[in-house]
T-cell receptor, first 118, second 114 residues
Framework: GAVVSQHPSRVICKSGTSVKIECRSL??????MFWYRQFPKQSLMLMAT?????????EQGVEKDKFLINHASLTLSTLTVTSAHPEDSSFYIC??????????????FGEGSRLTVL | AQSVAQPEDQVNVAEGNPLTVKCTYS??????LFWYVQYPNRGLQFLLK??????LVKGSYGFEAEFNKSQTSFHLKKPSALVSDSALYFC????????????FGAGTTVTVRA
């Protein structure tokens, strides 16, 4: 099967600092990855689409300068929460679609990263 | 536009009883429908999907779902629930023409009591 890995799984930081979360597709290449945010006991809200080799596409209401996305290679996308504040505390999940092979068309999710801003 | 509604925040069943989690959808094109399960502080695990073909889809862990076009529904079912099925379940939809961008329902918390 396909595996998507996120790191770190948990991070605690002070208000005003920046935090980087990595999302890697371990056994397939992903030109597109998706970043979601999930509040406690709520659904996943799509934040942005990460595109390899070009700028990310952000959903309406998501601050581009606050949530920096870089799709550095075909297997790595990073989300950087800049100048984090307590209201940025959340569970962030990435996903990547497999576009070839027997699992083509399926979306695979990372394990999520819980960010706590003090 | 695409959206999903999960009308029940919570479903409680006794172990061994049938489990149903409801989902209705709205999409402009052909619906691609999915069910995922999430355990605390974990990512989403794929259960099953409907793309085309038979309306009854069988998935992981004994789950199945029935696509009903006239009712725009895709309810998740399991004939005999286990305590280990207790988790948060998400229904999701995307238009078959878009690039994998899913819309999720609000989620349904399933509690199976022993």
């Amino acid at each position: 099967g396909a595996v998507v890995s996120q790191h770190p799984s948990r991070v605690i930081c002070k208000s005003g600092t920046s935090v980087k979360i990595e999302c890697r597709s371990l056994d397939f290449q992903a030109t597109t990855m998706f970043w979601y945010r999930q509040f406690p006991k709520q659904s996943l809200m799509l934040m942005a689409t990460s595109n390899e080799g070009s700028k990310a596409t952000y959903e309406q209401g998501v601050e581009k300068d606050k949530f920096l996305i870089n799709h550095a290679s075909l297997t790595l996308s990073t989300l950087t929460v800049t100048s984090a504040h307590p209201e940025d505390s959340s569970f962030y999940i990435c996903s990547a679609p497999r576009t070839s092979g027997s699992l083509a068309g399926e979306l695979f999710f990372g394990e999520g990263s819980r960010l706590t801003v003090l | 536009a695409q959206s999903v509604a999960q009308p029940e925040d919570q479903v409680n069943v006794a172990e061994g009883n049938p489990l149903t989690v409801k989902c209705t959808y709205s999409v402009s094109g052909n619906p691609y429908l999915f069910w995922y399960v999430q355990y605390p502080n974990r990512g989403l695990q794929f259960l099953l999907k409907y793309i085309t073909g038979d309306n009854l889809v069988k998935g992981s862990y004994g789950f199945e779902a029935e696509f009903n076009k006239s009712q725009t529904s895709f309810h998740l079912k399991k004939p005999s629930a286990l305590v280990s099925d207790s988790a948060l379940y998400f229904c999701a939809v995307r238009d078959g023409t878009n690039d994998y961008k899913l819309s999720f329902g609000a989620g349904t918390t399933v509690t199976v009591r022993a």
